[in-house]
């Protein structure tokens, strides 16, 4: 840096040159810090999140209306190729309908046969994306549900075409989603028919990749992947995406949901039925008091008081 | 002030999903205009606390490692500072190239440090698709800060 011929004041010059080094010095520290993930700068995140969804939500409204309008035109350009096209799907979807009548008739039956445990059935709550991502090293979006409509971390975000990613972050107001692409998501899986359970993990690549597959897994391109809800944290069966095979030779997961198109969005609100009763053993078998005389009585109906490692157990769980 | 202000609402606007319109997914770095601008005409009206701000704010909105887009945009500021004597009252396409070349530079920077703080070789792809925007759009973001700075000017 040469300070002979500067059109600033020198006195201001230095100052400036003093507070950039202090500033990169902070930056460069801050960085540092940040590896650790400290909750306070979880917190900023999200009050800056928070203050920044009115004036996104604002700002996207625009862009919302000048998207419909571009997709309008297109429908207007294409509307006969579509509509034949369509008519053709119905036709092939009319013959799936019957299929599928057929077949939950069948389910059902087994299900009253067996005795199946239903699922609970699942909350949501709807949205629309009000931020991009932004950064071209993160694949998050900000939504305008937040925890006043009962939005908690984890829970899992699909729109029409299935499943985008889940929440990490919530403030009042607006929530952060990670989308299955993002470096740090890592969803379980299962590739269908082959009932393959694979891990999908994010390389900020358009296409997720599979980890943890079992070595000579029947699975191959076009096969529908969905996911298993191992851990409790994701609903299972959720669609995600089809394996299409990477001009390398890999199998990676195309996404069912497009991306760049996202704009309404559905959090799950699903609770994993984690309270799980504590079984007691048959009275006969319980261990017989000292103090008491005689055999213990094997007709009682009510169920006896929790044992001490009863009740331990139960709070282990 | 005002220039601060402008750089802020740059930096928000990188957040405006205007992607989703064109179905194609950028989302230039508005900030870095903004930086670069004021670095060449009045490095004296955007001082560096103001530039560690914006891309601190960058962060924190864009959930990416804390610090990086304010180390980054401050060593650009400082690099751009020294050499403005270049650019100062030369020709527009003169000061679009230094654009270019500092962009290059902060792409450059972003991904290195990026890829040291995940620790691993990060795809380019989206910071160079970025950075390409970004150029692209200088022009029109040049002309609404002429604008800002004639009524500086006018102020004294």
Redesign the interface.
Known sequence: ?DQT?RP?LPI?DVS?RV??I???T??????L???AETYV?DR??QV??DL?AP??EL??RP??A??RV?ESTDQYAYVFDENERLREENARLLAWKEAALKLEAKVARFEALLNVQVDPSIGYVTGR??????????E???ANVGSNQDVESGQAVIDSDGLIGRI??TGPDAS?ILLLTD?NSRVPIVVEPSQTRAVLAG???VWPRLEFLPALAPISVGDRVVTSGDGGLLPPGLPIGTLVETADGFLRVQTFS??????MIRVLQYEFPREIDVQDAPTALQPVASESEGPAPSASTSAPAPTAEATAAEGGT | MLPFLAGFLCMLLSFVPFSRIFGAEIAPAFGLIAVYYWAVQRPDVFPPYGVFAIGLFYDLLSAGPLGLWALVYLIVFGLVVSQRQLMIGRTFSLFWLGFLVSSVIAGFLGWLLASLYFGQILSPAPVLVQMAATVALFPLFAKLFEQLLQRLLVQG
């Not at chain 1, 902070?26 to 960085?31: E, I, K, R, T, W």
């Open positions: 840096m011929n600033a201001r400036g507070s950039l202090f500033m990169v902070l930056a460069a520290a801050l960085l810090l940040g590896r700068v900023a995140r800056v999140t920044a004036l996104l700002a996207s862009v919302s000048a998207r571009v994306v009000v931020g991009d991502s932004g950064g071209p090293f993160v998050t979006i900000i990490v972050a952060r470096l390389d900020n690549s497009d991306r760049s198109r996202l704009d």
